[in-house]
């Protein structure tokens, strides 16, 4: 255990409070890319691999509980506590649309066709807002048993999974019929659940323990109970070898998926870890913390000493449109704030 290798993080400062959810997207023509939800109302996007900070998106009045991007890294939704989910161009940090809810919005999520945006939150009511007719109603299906922590969507946008907030349990509901067909029982309230890449597994964290459930037949595959309380945690998408935790001890872990050993452990923040997430090529992964950083770790052989820590410039301006779109498209992007973010950082950060 004590030959373990030290990771040295990428440390992206510029969130002025804790940072809630992260969401990575897939492999695109351009790289792939990093949004981050916090408290702070404004959510940023980032160059997935080296950390780089491209932009913030501003106009909610509220935490930001929830973040995703679509297939394409082309568009952001974002869900709030101001009783919104806003869709946003990710190339220019336009908002493009805003739903209204009655209560707070705690989860979203693109459907991979990227035509639909699912959210849910307090109301205890998942909405599906068809981003061809933003205008229109949404379809809403409203027996969720408690109010909703976690929504993602699989099985080729046929099937949602959500989680409760004070309830054990994964419902998975049928899209077309809008009916629960199967629970994944849990002890405790899910806090993080994720739909591998290839769509084989459900990742769920909830209490002190990491589940992986078959995600079409829905049996319990693998369960390891983790040294503390785990807030969330994500599979490595391209061998499936590994796995990621991160929770109240403020400590990254990483095991092995077969036999549930811990093969690393990263120690670096100075809060509660609320979100982990592998990179979609499995090189690395980020977590998001209390204490307002995210940590981007190398999955790879990388040994340093213990305490060296890489700081990644927040506001370095690598947009990821091409230089005659930049000309048109930068000014719309609000960069002004990361300046201020940073020194709100920095202030907080001794």
């Avoid at 297939?71 to 336009?94: C, E, M, P, R, Y």
């Avoid at 979100?275 to 340093?304: K, L």
Wanted: glycine letters at 10%; proline letters at 4%; charged letters at 25%.
């Amino acid at each position: 255990m004590d030959k373990k290798k030290v990771t040295v993080p990428l440390i992206c400062h510029g969130h002025s409070r804790p940072v809630v959810d992260l969401f990575y997207s897939p492999i695109t023509p351009d790289g792939f890319f990093l949004i981050s939800a916090s408290k702070d109302s404004s959510p940023m996007l980032r160059n997935g691999e080296t950390g780089d900070w491209i932009g913030t998106f501003e106009g909610h009045k509220g935490a930001v509980w929830s973040c995703c991007l679509d297939t394409n890294a082309l568009q952001a939704a974002s869900g709030s506590a101001d009783f919104t989910a806003k869709i946003w161009d990710a190339l220019t940090g336009d908002e493009l649309h805003s739903f209204e809810h009655k209560h707070i919005v705690r989860a979203c999520a693109f459907s991979h066709d990227t035509h639909l945006l699912l959210t849910g939150g307090i109301e205890k009511i998942l909405r599906i807002f068809d981003l061809n007719r933003p205008d229109a109603p949404p379809r809403e299906v409203d027996n969720s048993p408690g109010s909703i922590r976690t929504v993602a969507w699989f099985h080729s946008d046929q099937t949602i999974l959500s989680s409760c907030t004070d309830l054990g349990g994964v419902r998975l509901w049928d899209v077309r019929s809008g009916k629960i067909v199967q629970t994944l029982e849990t002890k405790s309230p899910v806090t993080s659940a994720e739909v591998s890449q290839d769509g084989r597994y459900i990742t769920t964290a909830d209490g002190s323990t990491v589940k992986f459930w078959d995600a079409n037949h829905f049996g319990l595959v693998k369960s390891y109970d983790m040294p503390c309380t785990v807030e969330s945690a994500s599979l490595e998408p391209k061998l499936g070898n590994k796995f990621i935790a991160g929770g109240e001890d403020m400590w990254i872990r990483l095991f092995d998926f077969h036999t549930g050993e811990e093969i690393g452990c990263n120690k670096g923040h100075h809060g509660p870890v609320h979100c982990v997430r592998f990179a979609p090529g499995g090189e690395s992964y980020a977590s998001g913390s209390e204490d307002g950083t995210i940590r981007i770790w190398q999955t790879g052989p990388a040994t340093h000493d213990e305490g060296d820590a890489l700081s990644v410039n927040g506001s370095a301006g690598k947009v990821k449109v091409t230089a005659d779109e930049v000309a048109q498209k930068i000014e719309g992007f609000h960069i002004a704030r990361e300046g201020k973010a940073e020194e709100k950082e920095e202030g907080t950060d001794a």
